[in-house]
Protein backbone atom coordinates (compact mmCIF):
# COMPACT_ATOMS: atom_id res chain seq x y z
CA UNK A 1 0.00 0.00 0.00
CA UNK A 2 1.08 3.70 0.02
CA UNK A 3 2.39 5.08 3.14
CA UNK A 4 4.76 8.09 3.81
CA UNK A 5 6.78 7.54 7.42
CA UNK A 6 9.69 10.21 9.03
CA UNK A 7 12.06 8.42 10.73
CA UNK A 8 12.61 10.46 13.97
CA UNK A 9 9.06 11.62 15.84
CA UNK A 10 11.55 14.14 17.52
CA UNK A 11 14.71 16.25 17.10
CA UNK A 12 16.54 19.11 19.21
CA UNK A 13 19.12 21.35 17.17
CA UNK A 14 20.41 24.56 18.70
CA UNK A 15 19.45 27.87 17.75
CA UNK A 16 21.78 28.92 14.40
CA UNK A 17 22.64 25.28 13.38
CA UNK A 18 21.13 23.61 10.77
CA UNK A 19 18.29 20.89 11.15
CA UNK A 20 17.71 17.82 8.37
CA UNK A 21 14.33 16.34 8.43
CA UNK A 22 13.96 13.00 6.83
CA UNK A 23 10.69 11.35 5.05
CA UNK A 24 10.38 8.01 3.68
CA UNK A 25 7.75 6.95 0.93
CA UNK A 26 6.54 3.58 -0.56
CA UNK A 27 5.54 3.76 -3.88
CA UNK A 28 8.00 4.97 -6.92
CA UNK A 29 5.39 6.57 -8.91
CA UNK A 30 4.55 9.41 -6.52
CA UNK A 31 4.90 12.63 -8.53
CA UNK A 32 4.05 15.72 -6.21
CA UNK A 33 5.74 16.33 -2.73
CA UNK A 34 5.57 18.80 0.24
CA UNK A 35 6.27 20.27 3.82
CA UNK A 36 4.68 21.65 6.35
CA UNK A 37 4.97 23.26 9.49
CA UNK A 38 2.25 23.32 12.13
CA UNK A 39 2.76 25.21 14.77
CA UNK A 40 0.77 24.53 18.15
CA UNK A 41 -3.00 25.37 17.55
CA UNK A 42 -2.30 25.92 13.75
CA UNK A 43 -2.91 24.66 10.82
CA UNK A 44 -0.22 22.97 9.05
CA UNK A 45 1.23 25.42 7.00
CA UNK A 46 2.55 25.17 3.01
CA UNK A 47 6.46 25.48 3.08
CA UNK A 48 7.93 24.16 0.10
CA UNK A 49 7.39 21.21 -2.97
CA UNK A 50 8.90 19.38 -5.06
CA UNK A 51 7.79 17.50 -8.10
CA UNK A 52 9.23 14.48 -9.01
CA UNK A 53 10.92 15.89 -12.24
CA UNK A 54 13.06 17.75 -9.73
CA UNK A 55 16.24 16.78 -7.29
CA UNK A 56 16.55 19.82 -5.23
CA UNK A 57 14.56 23.43 -4.23
CA UNK A 58 15.46 25.40 -2.39
CA UNK A 59 12.89 28.38 -0.63
CA UNK A 60 14.30 30.94 1.94
CA UNK A 61 16.57 29.16 4.62
CA UNK A 62 14.77 25.56 3.58
CA UNK A 63 15.85 23.32 1.02
CA UNK A 64 14.22 20.24 -0.29
CA UNK A 65 15.64 16.90 -1.31
CA UNK A 66 14.16 14.07 -3.50
CA UNK A 67 16.25 11.09 -3.66
CA UNK A 68 13.71 8.79 -5.87
CA UNK A 69 15.84 5.93 -6.49
CA UNK A 70 15.87 5.39 -2.42
CA UNK A 71 12.62 7.22 -2.37
CA UNK A 72 13.63 9.49 0.33
CA UNK A 73 12.81 13.16 1.02
CA UNK A 74 14.47 15.74 3.53
CA UNK A 75 13.97 19.33 4.45
CA UNK A 76 17.01 21.29 5.68
CA UNK A 77 16.63 24.30 7.67
CA UNK A 78 19.39 26.42 7.68
CA UNK A 79 20.32 28.61 11.08
CA UNK A 80 17.18 27.71 12.67
CA UNK A 81 15.50 30.16 14.89
CA UNK A 82 13.10 29.36 18.15
CA UNK A 83 10.79 30.56 15.64
CA UNK A 84 11.07 27.63 13.35
CA UNK A 85 9.95 25.15 16.48
CA UNK A 86 6.96 22.75 15.26
CA UNK A 87 5.79 19.62 13.89
CA UNK A 88 6.82 19.11 10.41
CA UNK A 89 4.65 16.68 8.13
CA UNK A 90 5.98 15.56 4.53
CA UNK A 91 2.77 14.78 2.28
CA UNK A 92 2.88 12.85 -0.86
CA UNK A 93 0.61 13.17 -3.40
CA UNK A 94 0.93 8.87 -5.15
CA UNK A 95 -1.10 10.28 -8.11
CA UNK A 96 -4.88 9.62 -6.94
CA UNK A 97 -5.01 13.36 -6.51
CA UNK A 98 -4.97 13.02 -2.47
CA UNK A 99 -2.12 13.61 0.08
CA UNK A 100 -0.80 11.47 1.72
CA UNK A 101 1.01 12.69 5.10
CA UNK A 102 3.54 11.51 7.41
CA UNK A 103 3.42 10.93 11.06
CA UNK A 104 5.11 14.19 11.71
CA UNK A 105 8.50 15.32 13.25
CA UNK A 106 8.62 17.59 16.17
CA UNK A 107 11.59 19.95 15.86
CA UNK A 108 12.48 21.69 19.22
CA UNK A 109 14.86 24.62 18.50
CA UNK A 110 17.32 24.93 22.22
CA UNK A 111 18.15 28.79 22.57
CA UNK B 1 -8.28 38.79 4.91
CA UNK B 2 -8.51 35.21 5.46
CA UNK B 3 -7.53 32.64 3.14
CA UNK B 4 -9.33 29.66 4.39
CA UNK B 5 -11.57 29.92 7.44
CA UNK B 6 -13.52 27.70 9.67
CA UNK B 7 -16.17 28.37 11.96
CA UNK B 8 -16.43 27.55 15.08
CA UNK B 9 -12.68 27.13 16.42
CA UNK B 10 -13.92 24.81 19.53
CA UNK B 11 -16.90 22.63 19.75
CA UNK B 12 -17.78 20.73 22.52
CA UNK B 13 -21.31 18.95 22.60
CA UNK B 14 -22.52 15.24 23.72
CA UNK B 15 -22.64 11.98 22.47
CA UNK B 16 -25.63 11.67 19.90
CA UNK B 17 -26.04 15.14 19.12
CA UNK B 18 -25.66 16.46 15.43
CA UNK B 19 -23.19 19.66 14.54
CA UNK B 20 -21.67 21.11 11.71
CA UNK B 21 -18.95 23.06 10.80
CA UNK B 22 -18.25 25.43 7.74
CA UNK B 23 -15.34 26.48 5.83
CA UNK B 24 -15.13 28.91 3.41
CA UNK B 25 -11.84 29.90 1.12
CA UNK B 26 -11.42 33.20 -0.55
CA UNK B 27 -8.46 32.34 -2.92
CA UNK B 28 -10.39 31.23 -5.57
CA UNK B 29 -9.08 27.51 -5.92
CA UNK B 30 -11.30 24.78 -7.41
CA UNK B 31 -10.94 22.22 -4.91
CA UNK B 32 -11.48 22.22 -0.89
CA UNK B 33 -11.01 19.24 1.55
CA UNK B 34 -11.76 17.79 5.02
CA UNK B 35 -9.26 16.16 7.00
CA UNK B 36 -8.93 14.96 10.36
CA UNK B 37 -6.25 14.96 12.75
CA UNK B 38 -5.68 12.66 15.96
CA UNK B 39 -4.71 12.85 19.16
CA UNK B 40 -1.19 11.64 17.72
CA UNK B 41 -1.40 14.37 15.02
CA UNK B 42 -1.81 11.93 12.06
CA UNK B 43 -3.86 13.58 9.73
CA UNK B 44 -5.68 11.77 7.32
CA UNK B 45 -8.61 13.12 4.22
CA UNK B 46 -11.54 12.33 4.63
CA UNK B 47 -13.47 14.13 1.64
CA UNK B 48 -12.12 16.27 -1.65
CA UNK B 49 -14.68 18.45 -3.60
CA UNK B 50 -13.71 20.04 -7.13
CA UNK B 51 -16.00 22.74 -8.38
CA UNK B 52 -19.12 21.07 -6.09
CA UNK B 53 -18.83 17.76 -7.25
CA UNK B 54 -17.20 15.02 -4.44
CA UNK B 55 -13.89 13.57 -6.01
CA UNK B 56 -12.48 12.25 -3.00
CA UNK B 57 -14.74 10.16 -0.27
CA UNK B 58 -12.40 8.13 1.91
CA UNK B 59 -13.53 5.29 4.52
CA UNK B 60 -15.60 7.46 6.29
CA UNK B 61 -18.85 6.67 8.71
CA UNK B 62 -21.90 7.72 6.53
CA UNK B 63 -22.68 9.85 9.74
CA UNK B 64 -20.37 12.49 8.13
CA UNK B 65 -21.59 13.97 5.36
CA UNK B 66 -20.05 16.94 3.50
CA UNK B 67 -21.50 20.02 1.43
CA UNK B 68 -20.34 22.15 -0.85
CA UNK B 69 -22.95 25.21 -1.54
CA UNK B 70 -20.10 26.89 -3.72
CA UNK B 71 -16.74 26.38 -4.76
CA UNK B 72 -15.79 28.65 -1.88
CA UNK B 73 -17.70 26.77 0.80
CA UNK B 74 -16.96 22.66 1.92
CA UNK B 75 -19.23 22.57 4.64
CA UNK B 76 -19.51 19.23 7.11
CA UNK B 77 -22.13 17.91 8.75
CA UNK B 78 -21.76 14.99 11.41
CA UNK B 79 -24.80 13.23 13.05
CA UNK B 80 -25.07 10.96 15.90
CA UNK B 81 -21.70 12.08 17.46
CA UNK B 82 -19.61 9.75 18.56
CA UNK B 83 -16.42 9.81 21.47
CA UNK B 84 -14.39 8.47 18.48
CA UNK B 85 -15.04 11.80 16.78
CA UNK B 86 -13.18 13.88 19.21
CA UNK B 87 -10.47 15.36 16.80
CA UNK B 88 -9.34 18.41 14.97
CA UNK B 89 -11.19 18.94 11.45
CA UNK B 90 -9.10 20.93 9.29
CA UNK B 91 -10.31 21.95 5.98
CA UNK B 92 -8.24 23.20 2.75
CA UNK B 93 -8.33 24.18 -0.09
CA UNK B 94 -5.90 24.42 -3.37
CA UNK B 95 -5.70 24.34 -7.61
CA UNK B 96 -6.22 20.69 -8.31
CA UNK B 97 -2.66 19.34 -8.13
CA UNK B 98 -1.26 22.07 -6.52
CA UNK B 99 0.11 22.87 -2.66
CA UNK B 100 -3.12 23.01 -0.44
CA UNK B 101 -3.87 25.82 2.34
CA UNK B 102 -5.42 24.76 5.20
CA UNK B 103 -7.70 26.41 7.58
CA UNK B 104 -7.30 26.64 11.26
CA UNK B 105 -9.13 23.92 12.64
CA UNK B 106 -11.78 23.08 14.51
CA UNK B 107 -11.15 21.13 17.95
CA UNK B 108 -14.41 19.09 18.41
CA UNK B 109 -14.64 17.20 22.12
CA UNK B 110 -17.70 14.69 22.43
CA UNK B 111 -18.42 13.88 26.01
Known amino acids: GESVGLHLPTLSVQEGDNSIINCAYS??????FIWYKQESGKGPQFIID?????DKRQGQRVTVLLNKTVKHLSLQIAATQPGDSAVYFCAVDFGNEKLTFGTGTRLTIIP | DTAVSQTPKYLVTQMGNDKSIKCEQN?????MYWYKQDSKKFLKIMFSYNNKELIINETVPNRFSPKSPDKAHLNLHINSLELGDSAVYFC??????????FGPGTRLTVT
Open chain 1, 27 to 32: NSASDY
Open chain 2, 92 to 101: ASSHRGYEQY
Open chain 2, 27 to 31: LGHDT
Open chain 1, 50 to 54: IRSNM
